[in-house]
């Protein structure tokens, strides 16, 4: 079964860090896109990162050079370090994977994903 869980969020004042975890099952599979995207109430889902099995990795512009996807295959664990964070990171960061994937994107419509963990950045 294909359930993500996250961990890892919290509250951190703007400049600092955090690092989000998420025990997965995609790498089991051959071939997957694995990623992070988060929510505010009342507004679309963005992408924020993804990574192909091949290692890949993509991010959205908005965080690119702050953020950085990672995996642990031996630990089936994806990875997202969030550094600089900004008020405007403030939101619910969901894990998700997709087994099988064609092909990896920052904004991946992923099938399965996990019931998120809160991100809070103070000013």
């Known amino acids: 079964q294909v359930q993500p869980v996250e961990s890892g969020g919290g509250s951190v004042q703007a400049g600092g860090s955090l690092r989000l975890s998420c025990a997965v099952s995609?790498?089991?599979?051959?071939?997957?896109?694995m990623g992070w995207f988060r929510q505010i109430p009342g507004q679309p889902r963005e992408g924020v990162a993804g990574i192909g099995s091949d290692g890949t990795t993509y991010y959205a512009a908005s965080v690119k050079g702050r953020f950085t996807i990672s995996k642990d295959n031996a630990k089936a664990t994806l990875y997202l370090e969030m550094n600089n964070l900004k008020p405007e990171d403030t939101a619910m960061y969901h894990c998700?994977?997709?087994?099988?994937?064609?092909?990896?994107?920052?904004?991946?419509?992923?099938?399965?994903y996990g019931p998120g963990t809160q991100v809070t950045v103070s000013s």
């Open positions: 995609g790498f089991t599979y051959a071939r997957y896109c």
């Open positions: 998700a994977e997709e087994p099988w994937a064609a092909s990896c994107a920052a904004n991946y419509r992923y099938t399965y």
